[in-house]
Every structure is written in C-alpha cells, then in structure tokens.
C-alpha cells in the first residue's frame, strides 16, 4: 500500500512568520514530488515541484526532499492570510500519483 | 495561460444512472488523468491514459468505470450504474508527455451528487 502522510493540522502561524508543512511517504520507488495548495470546494493548484534531494526555493515558497527518510516538506516564508487553505503533498511513480490527506494552514492577521 | 476544462461544473444523477463527465485537456498535452475527491478526503488517483490506452489505473477504477477520448479533443470519464457513493469531486489533468516527474495542472472539477 503505498501511502502519504499529512499532519491533518490545524497549522496556525501569525501573518509574516514561516509555516512549515510536513509530508511523509512510503513508497520507495517514488520519482517525483509535489505541493499542492486547496482552497474550499476549489480544485488542487501546483506550488511547487522537486525530484532530487536537497532545497528548491521558488518565491516565498521552499521544497525540501530527503528520499533517505522518506520525507518531504514545504516552508511558506512571510505567510500571508491568503495563505490560508489546505496544502497536499503528491507523490508519482510511473504516473500513479497518490495524494496525501492534505494539512490546513491558517495565517492569522 | 491554458487551462484544463471540465464539463458540467455540476451534476445531478439518479443512483442507478449512467454519467459521462468530459474534460478537454491542454490542446498540446498527451498524457490525460482522472482522480476523485470525496468531500472531506483526499484525492484520490483514478486513471491515466496516454495513446488512445489506459496507461495506469488504481484499485478504485474497476468495471464501473471507462475512459475515451472520443475526438481531438476531449477526454470522458463514463461511470455506470452510479452508486451514492460515488458522489465527489471529479477533477481532470494533463501533461505533455510521458513521464511521471511532468507536474499536473488539475480542471476545476465536476461535483457529481448521486441521489
């Protein structure tokens, strides 16, 4: 069973401050990895993408991938309250993409 | 910037019911997907399919289900026989090739609602 896990949250951070999402997956064989943000009843919008270990900023925005744990994260510097919104991570092998439970973050004003 | 595109944004079917959701992928993308979302949980992957077959296809995409790309442009997800529980989100994405690294840029979904 391959699976990815969220922290579900609530995620609460004050406008300006860094969020930290975190992702975990158990597939070994996955190739590549993606951040996804969700607002309510909208569809999934791609943040960010990364497939090799290490950091790969973009903006505000920040991936970082260690395949040895199995882990991916995403940071949010200078979170703004439009920030706010459910944020899934996805992890591909071979076009099976599988999704996590997604965590929700609120930035407060 | 282009978009993929769903048809109908909602649909209301009779449990037992035949329902057809379409999607016209980005004009020069090969690769086409379907997941599901029922409300409150995670997307979920359906199908994908590339060169007129269906590539990969997860536990939840049994004989109920089937994908066509009838013409140039479109791309259906038919579901026989509706369940309740196949009530959810149904989004389409594509990429433009083969390839599981190709980021994948979701439609705005059908809401399907079986009654």
């Known amino acids: 069973q391959k699976e990815v896990e969220q922290n579900s949250g609530p995620l609460s951070v004050p406008e300006g401050a860094i969020a930290s999402l975190n992702c975990t997956y158990s597939d070994r064989g996955s190739q590549s990895f993606f951040w996804y943000r969700q607002y309510s009843g909208k569809s999934p919008e791609l943040i960010m993408f990364i497939y090799s270990n290490g950091d790969k900023e973009d903006g505000r925005f920040t991936a970082q991938l260690n395949k040895a744990s199995q882990y991916v994260s995403l940071l949010i510097r200078d979170s703004q309250p439009s920030d706010s919104a459910t944020y899934l991570c996805a992890v591909n092998n071979n076009n099976d993409m599988r999704f996590g439970a997604g965590t929700r973050l609120t930035v407060k004003p | 910037e282009p978009e993929v595109t769903q048809t109908p944004s909602h649909q209301v079917t009779q449990m037992g019911q035949e329902v057809i959701l379409r999607c016209v992928p980005i004009?020069?993308?090969?690769?086409f997907y379907w997941y599901r979302q029922i409300l409150g949980q995670k997307v979920e992957f359906l199908v994908s399919?590339?060169?007129?077959?269906?590539?990969?296809k997860s536990e939840i995409f049994d004989d109920q289900f089937s994908v066509e790309r009838p013409d140039g442009s479109n791309f259906t997800l038919k579901i026989r026989s509706t369940k309740l529980e196949d009530s959810a989100m149904y989004f389409c994405?594509?990429?433009?090739?083969?390839?599981?690294?190709?980021?994948?840029?979701f439609g705005d979904g059908t809401r399907l609602s079986i009654l």
């Open positions: 994405a594509s990429t433009p090739g083969r390839g599981g690294g190709q980021p994948q840029h």
């Open positions: 399919f590339y060169n007129n077959e269906i590539s990969e």
């Open positions: 004009s020069n993308h090969l690769y």
